[in-house]
């Protein structure tokens, strides 16, 4: 079965710097995109990144410039740099696999913890 599974989260402080990683597995099938999404408490999932499977890249505008999404998704292994983290980066991140454009659900990893410490 298809497993999307992040890693690299922890605890940083204000103005340090993340890298999640993702890695998918579990079907040949090549996804129209894979994404970045993060839950901040009391508020819903929102979209943080997307890269296309032709190298597209489109971000959350709140979050240009300091987040950089970077990988391959036709080998479905995507990364999240994240620098300038202030304490409302904190969240759980998700990654999302994109099957095609119109995709109402896809795949979705467990999630990785990011907390920023002031």
């Known amino acids: 079965h298809v497993q999307l599974v992040e890693s690299g989260g922890g605890l940083v402080q204000s103005g340090g710097s993340l890298r999640l990683s993702c890695a998918g597995s579990?079907?040949?099938?090549?996804?129209?995109?894979m994404e970045w999404y993060r839950q901040i408490p009391g508020k819903q999932r929102e979209l943080v990144a997307s890269?296309?499977?032709?190298?597209?890249?489109r971000y959350a505008e709140s979050l240009k410039g300091r987040f950089i999404i970077s990988g391959r998704v036709v080998q479905k292994t995507i990364y999240l740099q994240m620098n300038s983290l202030q304490s409302e980066d904190t969240a759980v991140y998700y990654c999302h696999a994109r099957r095609i454009l119109s995709d109402s659900d896809g795949y979705w990893g467990q999630g990785t913890q990011v907390t920023v410490s002031s």
């Open positions: 890269l296309t499977r032709d190298g597209r890249t």
């Open positions: 579990g079907t040949s099938s090549i996804w129209y995109a």
